[in-house]
T-cell receptor
Framework: GAVVSQHPSRVICKSGTSVKIECRSLDFQATTMFWYRQFPKQSLMLMATSNEGSKATYEQGVEKDKFLINHASLTLSTLTVTSAHPEDSSFYIC????????????????FGAGSRLTVL | KQEVTQIPAALSVPEGENLVLNCSFTDSAIYNLQWFRQDPGKGLTSLLLIQSSQREQTSGRLNASLDKSSGRSTLYIAASQPGDSATYLCAVHNTNAGKSTFGDGTTLTVKP
């Protein structure tokens, strides 16, 4: 089945550094990927929609200069948290929309395992 | 704006019980609805997907129903087991090109 791989699964960094998280579709091409953020005991909040070959679409309230998204190929989207601060500590999850004709119908999302960021 | 509500927020049952988790949404114009399981500190595992034209889907001990007109979905778990303990999330995939709205989840504890 369609698999989305996220790396790293855990990262600890010092305040002020930048952290890159990768989201890869392993056996399918994903023109669209989504990045979510999840605070403890809360649900997923969509941060941005990543579009291959074009700029990401950010949700209201998400700083695009803080959370840089690059979707340079059909199988890879990256999220870079720039100048990270402790308040950026969170669980970040990506998802990709399965292509039409994959057998599961339209608009089916498959998720990565998530990346836990801790900023000291 | 789509809003998704899950009730109850937490549920504790003894092993072997059948249980129902509820999900309601405000905008019935959806593509489909997906139920996920999330273990503590982990990512999401898809359990069931119901297309907007369907009324229910079954997988093993799980059965999910969808009533678009009333904006409701239920996840039925039969003969619950301690391994079912997790947070269950309902996600509504809106018509707007793949955007999803998640509920806050129901945290299930099944006691041996």
């Amino acid at each position: 089945g369609a698999v989305v791989s996220q790396h790293p699964s855990r990262v600890i960094c010092k305040s002020g550094t930048s952290v890159k998280i990768e989201c890869r579709s392993l056996d399918f091409q994903a023109t669209t990927m989504f990045w979510y953020r999840q605070f403890p005991k809360q649900s997923l909040m969509l941060m941005a929609t990543s579009n291959e070959g074009s700029k990401a679409t950010y949700e209201q309230g998400v700083e695009k200069d803080k959370f840089l998204i690059n979707h340079a190929s059909l199988t890879l989207s990256t999220l870079t948290v720039t100048s990270a601060h402790p308040e950026d500590s969170s669980f970040y999850i990506c998802s990709a929309r399965l292509p039409l004709g994959s057998g599961s119908g339209a608009n089916v999302l498959t998720f990565g395992a998530g990346s836990r960021l801790t900023v000291l | 704006k789509q809003e998704v509500t899950q009730i109850p927020a937490a549920l504790s049952v003894p092993e072997g019980e059948n249980l129902v988790l509820n999900c309601s949404f405000t905008d019935s114009a959806i593509y489909n609805l997906q139920w996920f399981r999330q273990d503590p500190g982990k990512g999401l595992t898809s359990l069931l997907l119901i297309q907007s034209s369907q009324r229910e889907q079954t997988s093993g001990r799980l059965n999910a129903s969808l009533d678009k007109s009333s904006g409701r979905s239920t996840l039925y778990i039969a003969a619950s087991q301690p391994g079912d303990s997790a947070t269950y999330l309902c996600a509504v995939h809106n018509t707007n090109a793949g955007k999803s709205t998640f509920g806050d989840g129901t945290t299930l504890t099944v006691k041996p």
